[in-house]
T-cell receptor, first 111, second 112 residues
């Protein structure tokens, strides 16, 4: 059964720093990988989607990479801002039956 | 943009009540999903549906059922609510093409 792990579980950094969030998964037979953001008490907002054939995706200050063979993905956030404070979730799709989620990284950007 | 709308943000129900959580999507997506999210456990898949009147069990279907009478609407039903079903419930949809999932804003259910 697919398992997704996110490291670190929590991270606090000063504003302006570049940072990396890590995601690993146990079964490399994935269809795609998706990064989400969740604000407290709210739903999930999709940030980036990487297909299994892709190596990376970029959106503004965000860059996500995928190394399917080693079961790893990273989310890079450049020039962090207080508004980036949220929980970041990594999820993999292994087939037709939904996503498998990591437990998230709780990120705090200090002004 | 695709919208997934969950009818209630907050619900408080009594133990033993029958509870309906409604989810509607506006982009003609074939696939719809219900998850629950709990601290320390993350998001877990309850049920999903590939098409109208079709349903499949996810990882934790016990105590729940679903209904999909129309393509745009997917309902989660708690037949007899219990306190251990207090949770955040999230609905999602996607198409069959390689597009990502879109989530609703969630329903925080408290069973007392």
């Amino acid at each position: 059964k697919q398992e997704v792990t996110q490291i670190p579980a929590a991270l606090s950094v000063p504003e302006g720093e570049n940072l990396v969030l890590n995601c690993s998964f146990t079964d490399s037979a994935i269809y795609n990988l998706q990064w989400f953001r969740q604000d407290p008490g709210k739903g999930l907002t999709s940030l980036l989607l990487i297909q299994s054939s892709q190596r990376e995706q970029t959106s503004g200050r965000l860059n996500a990479s995928l190394d399917k063979s080693s079961g790893r993905s990273t989310l890079y956030i450049a020039a962090s801002q207080p508004g980036d404070s949220a929980t970041y979730l990594c999820a993999v799709r292994g087939g037709a039956d939904g996503l498998t989620f990591g437990k998230g990284t709780h990120l705090i950007i200090q002004p | 943009d695709v919208k997934v709308t969950q009818s209630s943000r907050y619900l408080v129900k009594r133990t033993g009540e029958k509870v309906f959580l409604e989810c509607v999507q506006d982009m003609d997506h074939e696939n719809m999903f219900w998850y629950r999210q709990d601290p320390g456990l993350g998001l877990r898949l309850i049920y999903f549906s590939y098409d109208v009147k079709m349903k499949e069990k996810g990882d934790i279907p016990e105590g729940y059922s679903v209904s999909r009478e129309k393509k745009e609407r997917f309902s989660l039903i708690l037949e007899s609510a219990s306190t251990n079903q207090t949770s955040m419930y999230l609905c999602a949809s996607r198409t069959g093409t390689p597009i990502g999932y879109t989530f609703g804003s969630g329903t925080r259910l408290t069973v007392v």
